[in-house]
């Protein structure tokens, strides 16, 4: 192998240690693991040895195959046994000269976290103001039923700005 060779792939490895996102490769077809960064051992509490040693099922839980080049919500199991979300990428490499599966996994959990947080603010908000809504139409019917009664009494009507609201309408 040439040094320009050698140069590339231990750049390439570099750049995969200092990315956040977890990278996982496999075999393609023992679904051993070949290579993990630092960052999928800190997101699943193993060790590069640990990750290097156990089944690829046994941290990524999936039901389908994955397509080449589409991300795809996953479960991913740490150590200890506790689940996260993740979302993951996935492509086919050549990886030292064994047909393998590059997973990348970003840790969703607090994206889905604050995405929930957010729909049950803006639920909150729309009760709210469906609340105050039905309440301002029920004070103005009440303004002119108020007018109207005054009027049948002969009276001046209390409510001026119902009044104006009839001549717009």
């Known amino acids: 192998m040439s040094d320009s060779k050698l140069f590339d792939e231990s750049v390439a490895m570099s750049i995969l240690e200092l990315i956040p996102e977890g990278v996982f490769i496999v075999d393609e077809t023992s679904n051993t693991p070949l290579y993990a960064n630092s960052a999928l051992c800190r997101m699943t509490g193993y060790d590069l040895n640990g990750i290097m040693n156990t089944n690829t099922r046994e941290i990524i839980r999936y039901q389908e195959n994955f397509k080449e080049g589409r991300s795809k919500e996953i479960e991913v199991i740490t150590r200890e046994g506790s689940i996260f979300l993740a979302e993951v990428f996935t492509s086919k490499l050549l990886f030292n000269g064994s047909s393998s599966k590059c997973y990348i996994l970003k840790d969703i959990t607090e994206v889905r976290k604050n995405e929930r947080m957010i729909n049950e603010q803006i639920s909150e908000l729309r009760r709210w103001h469906d609340a105050t809504l039905g309440r301002e139409v029920r004070i103005i019917e009440l ?12 009276r001046e009507p209390k409510y001026k700005s119902v009044l104006k609201e009839r001549e717009n309408e």
Do not use: D, M, P
């Open 143 to 154: 303004k002119r039923e108020v007018n109207s009664l005054l009027f049948e009494l002969g």
